[in-house]
């Protein structure tokens, strides 16, 4: 499966429909209406006649999309009624429009609408398409988890491994990152790549293969793992790539759309159903994409 397989919805879908908290939001009318050509069923959630007005403006025909009024127009009615809609499995995608993201959040996180089980950690995932060969791989967490420690990193490995099953990688490789390859007590990513790597290999989320700590370019490279001397089945061929903190992997996501075009998608991961939570600075092609991923997810997580 390759990065547009995974992603290009354009190529008619059937599958779960997606509930748009805040749908009046231009940001995001590209993506739904990508999705409604494709034939994605959509619950757009928000005031109807403002909804109407930005599809007018766009130019975006609203078709068979259902419009939702939350029970008060304020964007907290507007999250809850988007995430209950997904916890009734009347959608299988919650996508975030012109909502705040806290509110939002709130909702998804919120026991009594029940997106989340206990324990549950948020994390973002990240799709890119490797500009060296095409080969996607899968990146998290560059943008919600700051500083996680040792057992958050564990539910956020947890988190991208079910991300990576879904997209029909039963043996995931995971690359653990840090700064050098030698566990230094003075470095806690090294320090945790080490524990990491035993719990991985030692069978705690099934099939998978973990190295590290591995500097970026012995993971991405296996050329760049002889030179260094390393033996390595994740070298150069990890498909998934755990970040050590925000710092890091915001600067890595971001060092790949900016400096090296990669092409890109997000969602965030650990509800019970894929969330597109993209950036308003992000362009219309990785909203589409971003929503592309998560149909891709809410479909294979449905035929399980």
């Known amino acids: 499966m390759t990065f547009q397989d995974i992603t290009e919805i354009e190529r008619g879908f059937s599958g779960p429909a997606v509930a748009v908290a805040g749908a009046d939001d231009d940001a995001v009318l590209g993506a739904v209406a990508a999705g409604l050509a494709a034939g994605v069923d959509f619950y757009l959630v928000g005031n109807p006649e403002s909804i109407r007005r930005t599809a007018d403006v766009h130019g975006v025909d609203l078709g068979s999309a259902t419009l939702v009024e939350p029970e008060e127009p304020d964007e907290a009615f507007i999250c809850r009624t988007a995430a209950r809609l997904c916890a009734r499995a009347e959608a299988g995608v919650l996508m975030k429009g012109l909502v705040g993201t806290a509110a939002f959040t709130r909702a998804i996180l919120d026991k009594e609408i029940g997106l989340t089980g206990e324990g549950v950690l948020l994390s ?37 491994v079910d991300v990576a099953r879904s997209l029909g990688i039963d043996e995931p490789k995971i690359a653990l990152l840090a700064p050098v390859e030698k566990v230094s007590p003075k470095i806690q990513s090294t320090v945790d790549s080490a524990e990491l790597k035993n719990w991985l290999n030692g069978g705690a989320l099934g099939k998978a293969v973990a190295d590290g700590p591995f500097a970026l370019d012995v993971a991405a490279s296996s050329a ?40 890109s998608a997000g969602i965030l991961a650990g509800a019970r159903v894929p969330v597109v939570l993209t950036s308003r600075a992000d362009s219309e092609v990785v909203k589409i994409a971003s929503l592309g991923l998560a149909l891709q997810i809410a479909s294979a997580n449905l035929s399980s």
């Open 124 to 160: 973002h995932v990240g799709l890119f398409a490797d500009p060296r060969n095409g080969r996607f791989f899968l990146i998290s967490d560059a943008a919600i988890n700051i500083t996680p420690d040792i057992e958050a990193k564990k539910k956020i490995l947890s988190n991208i």
């Open 224 to 263: 760049a793992a002889e030179i260094k001397g390393l033996k390595s089945p994740v070298a150069g061929r990890a498909d998934i790539y755990l970040v050590p903190n925000l710092d890091a992997g915001n600067v890595l996501y971001k060092s790949l759309t900016v400096f090296a075009g990669a092409e």
